[in-house]
């Protein structure tokens, strides 16, 4: 998902504050999540398809189902559906 010539530093960095933004965007929206209206800007002026960046949500909500194993519940499953459609909707609007 990263390009190639990305830092592990900068890999890590970006992870760290799409977390953050995921985290605000579900709870109070106090400002982290503007980040992702910021960065889905940022990332198609890379060239970066919009479905890419999207897709970056899902491979989180993958990875954390993947290290919960039996602990992810239907009730979290709902939740990370709701939260992606949320995001791509959010993402849709013009900045």
Do not use: N
Not at 30 to 45: K, M, N, P, Q, W
Not at 64 to 90: F, H, K, M, N, V
């Amino acid at each position: 998902m990263f390009r190639s010539q990305g830092s592990e530093l900068v890999k890590g960095s970006m992870l760290a504050l799409t977390i953050e933004a995921i985290l605000d965007f579900a709870g109070t929206r106090s400002g982290h999540f503007r980040l992702i209206a910021c960065e889905v800007v940022s990332h198609d002026a890379y060239g970066t398809p919009r479905e890419l960046f999207i897709a970056f949500f899902a491979v989180i909500r993958d990875t954390l189902r993947d290290l919960l194993g039996d602990a992810w519940s239907p009730e979290i499953a709902q939740a990370w559906d709701t939260l992606l459609t949320d995001i791509e909707a959010y993402v849709a609007v013009p900045a």
